[in-house]
């Protein structure tokens, strides 16, 4: 596995690239901003650009999709129930950030995602968790020993703010205790911004 990360854009998401090093695909999760950073990236990476994934539709995880997707012929993938955000200013919180979002339209989805689905690089499979609570149709990406989370948790017992539309506290504590902690302590945590963790460390952050 190839993994890159990127941190874009004034509000610093954190993009991730995972690509697969023998078919030289990639998936680009959450392209928030900085399309140029991104495929310059890709490039020196030897890697093309097969998929996009949003963790959710927040403009600053969804802010690059056009540009990338125009320039590498990429499909764009979103959890099922986050998809009217791609084209709706105030899901999307364009309108809400004003100037620091203008011109980042994204286009509509190619692919909608849903609990269980795989996403593939080459030989890399993402595995897609339903995990909502920031937005309704947050996902997170599980792959071998590694978990894309989004906005829903992260490091030092971080988690996601749920009062945008369509946030639910208890929805994403649900989503925390039933899908993420469950996972095996060791499993390597890649949030949508900040520096990584493992679910050991945000378990015992979590429980104090």
Do not use: W
Request: glycine share 14%; aromatic share 4%.
């Amino acid at each position: 596995m190839v993994l890159k990360s990127l941190c874009v854009g004034p509000l610093g998401t954190n993009c991730y690239i995972v690509g697969c090093e023998s078919a030289k695909e990639a998936v680009v999760i959450d392209p928030g901003d900085q399309a140029d950073l991104i495929l310059k990236e890709l490039k020196a990476s030897g890697l093309t650009c097969r998929m996009i994934v949003n963790t959710h539709g927040h403009i600053d995880h969804i802010g690059a999709n056009r540009p990338l997707a125009e320039a590498t012929g990429a499909l764009i993938a979103i959890g099922t129930q986050d998809a009217p955000s791609l084209l709706d200013p105030t899901l999307n919180l364009t309108r809400a950030l004003g100037r620091l979002a203008m011109g980042k339209a994204s286009p509509g989805a190619d692919i909608l995602l849903v609990e269980g689905d795989k996403v593939y690089a080459g030989s890399i499979c993402l595995e897609v968790l339903h995990t909502p609570g920031h937005t309704p149709g947050s996902i997170s990406l599980l792959g071998e020993g590694i978990v894309f989370t989004g906005d829903t948790i992260f490091a030092q017992g971080g988690i996601g703010r749920t009062d945008f539309p369509g946030g639910s506290y208890d929805e994403l504590i649900k989503s925390i205790e039933g899908k993420l902690l469950a996972l095996p302590d060791e499993t390597c945590v890649y949030p949508g911004h900040g520096p990584p963790s493992t679910i050991g460390r945000e378990r015992m952050c979590l429980s104090r």
